[in-house]
């Protein structure tokens, strides 16, 4: 039995929002890989994320160096000292790495292939909780992957905080517990004196 004109309309007329739903799902999937990235169960290890072709550092001079971010402006001397040094992150990338108070630090990407400098937004400070002597920052020259540990702006929660290195970004991937050994804090017991 061939559909009348009015059985197709309306046909076409569902057809259509179906259509536009799986688009526009399609659409978001691919502009925004981290909305579909599995996260990690259990918290990653250097060798879970390790570089590829185009994280290698590029022949030749490294291209001038571009501070866009008030954190990056205002640390401008040891940004620019540490982006003479060879890379120590994710094939290409140096970190650079600064304190700012007792068991407190900051840092930033900058990436010797483009001369960009990265900092995470609203971050001042990393501090550290007591009883945790985890490196602040943890990072490695052939892993993606890079820890904090700590608390940012010294700010709740404390924790262990890990980023995948994007390609322009770090992409917080997990977060953990931060361990902290606690310390026998009671008071001595009362000695009474011999008789």
Not at 119 to 124: A, E, F, I, K, S
Not at 155 to 177: A, C, D, S
Request: charged content about 20%; aromatic content about 8%; some cysteine.
């Amino acid at each position: 039995m061939t559909p009348t004109i009015r059985e197709t309309r309306r046909a076409s007329r569902l057809a259509l929002p179906q259509a536009l739903a799986v688009a526009s799902a399609l659409s978001l999937a691919l502009l925004c890989p981290a909305a579909t990235a599995a996260t990690p169960k259990a918290p990653p290890k250097f060798t879970d994320y390790p570089i590829t072709a185009r994280d290698q550092p590029r022949a030749g001079p490294h291209p001038p160096l571009r501070l866009t971010t008030r954190t990056a402006r205002r640390y401008t001397t040891v940004i620019h000292n540490a982006y003479k040094e060879p890379p120590n992150f994710a094939g290409h990338l140096r970190v650079a790495s600064w304190g700012c108070g007792t068991d407190c630090r900051n840092f930033a990407v900058l990436d010797q292939n483009t001369g960009q400098a990265y900092t995470l937004p609203g971050v001042d400070a990393i501090t550290g909780a007591m009883g945790n002597d985890d490196e602040r920052v943890d990072f490695r020259l052939d892993s993606r992957l890079l820890i904090i540990s700590g608390s940012f702006n010294e700010k709740p929660p404390e924790g262990k905080f890990y980023y995948l290195w994007t390609g322009q970004r770090l992409q917080r991937i997990f977060t953990g517990q931060l361990p902290v050994e606690t310390s026998d804090t009671s008071p001595a017991e009362a000695q009474t004196p011999a008789r």
